[in-house]
């Protein structure tokens, strides 16, 4: 059974900094693609950033040089470290599984970046 649990979100104030982690189990961790999505009121889930097993990564061009996305292997965890955040950056944020063709979703994190 696939488990994703996210955690790290929060209320930041506008430049300020988070950093989200999530946990997954039930998959071989080292040959699979993670990602953090995330989704706005009213808009559509969109995606962050994206990491293979092999630490190809790649970003939205909205978060590019702002946010970085790692993994652990040993943990069986990816992080997303949020720096200089905005308020456009506000949304719920969930981690993406692609397990042997098959997506897993966290149940979500909400970042919330307002003064």
């Known amino acids: 059974q696939v488990q994703v649990v996210e955690s790290g979100g929060g209320l930041v104030q506008p430049g300020g900094s988070l950093r989200l982690s999530c946990a997954a189990s039930?998959?071989?961790?080292?040959?699979?693609?993670m990602a953090w999505y995330r989704q706005a009121p009213g808009k559509q889930r969109e995606l962050v950033a994206a990491i293979t097993g092999g630490g190809k990564v790649n970003y939205s061009d909205s978060v590019k040089g702002r946010f970085t996305i790692s993994r652990d292997n040993a943990k069986n965890t990816v992080y997303l470290q949020m720096n200089s955040l905005k308020p456009e950056d506000t949304a719920v944020y969930y981690c993406n599984v692609d397990f042997l063709n098959k997506q897993y979703w966290g149940q979500g994190t909400q970042v919330t970046v307002s003064s």
């Open positions: 039930g998959i071989i961790f080292t040959i699979t693609t």
